[in-house]
């Protein structure tokens, strides 16, 4: 990920987020000596308000589409109940080798299922009603993650897309990341299925939310519904 937000209004807002915790900086800083690309860690700042959306939804199972090294999950995890549970799907051994050591140190962890192998294959296998996605996985398979989730969304739930700004590259794409985001955010804006607002938070998150109305009375049906599912 390519900065293009000025560095010291990053910083000025992260100095005002509550503070990770060691557990958090710790496997922040190894990320960063292991792994290949550590810009792809979600932040501070997204971990932070990934945990506040959990608990400001009510959920009690959410799905992250890409755990990488775990930053985000646990974050989540933290704001999920008693109870409650997270599935994260990743593919790289390496990345789950970290995520699950440090899921062992956290009292949040053992809410978490790790699921390794290819989201999609995952994704066939719930039958569990979701309350939060989050994807954060490979750009090219964005719109298909959107569409395999959101069947499987509750009405009222949430989905959550990150790097949907990509580095700006959105405003001139050009390689097929680049037009896979476009595309994804597309479709969001069009997708009477839910309402959307795009977040220019790190490289840009986009929310979802599923409308509590489906068949007749979204696609067409009373004024009366239709006003509704305004509010």
């Not at 789950?96 to 790790?114: D, L, M, V």
């Not at 994804?184 to 979802?208: H, I, K, P, W, Y």
């Amino acid at each position: 990920m390519d900065r293009f937000i000025d560095t010291e209004v990053e910083q000025f807002a992260r100095d005002h987020t509550e503070p990770e915790t060691d557990l958090y900086t710790r496997l922040r800083e190894e990320t960063y000596r292991a792994m290949k690309s550590p810009q792809m860690q979600v932040d501070l700042i997204e971990g932070r308000f990934l945990k506040m959306l959990v608990r400001l939804t009510g959920a009690r199972v959410v799905l992250e589409l890409g755990m990488f090294t775990g930053y985000s999950a646990l974050m989540m995890a933290e704001g999920l109940p008693e109870g409650g549970r997270l599935i994260t799907c990743e593919i790289d051994p390496k990345a789950e080798a970290i995520a699950r050591r440090y899921f062992g140190e956290s009292p949040h962890g053992n809410k978490i299922t790790i699921r390794l192998g290819p989201a999609l294959e995952t994704i066939k296998t719930l039958t569990d009603p979701l309350d939060l996605v989050f994807i954060d996985a490979d750009k090219p398979n964005y719109a298909n993650y959107y569409e395999a989730c959101l069947p499987l969304l509750k009405p009222g739930g949430l989905i959550v897309a990150d790097n949907v700004l990509w580095s700006g590259k959105v405003l001139h794409p050009d390689d097929a990341n680049d037009h896979a985001i476009v595309a994804f955010n597309r479709l969001v804006q069009s997708d009477r299925r839910v309402e959307n607002v795009c977040l220019t938070v790190r490289d840009g998150m986009m929310l979802a939310w599923k409308r509590r109305f489906a068949g007749r009375e979204l696609y067409g049906g009373s004024a009366r519904a239709r006003r509704r599912e305004s509010h």
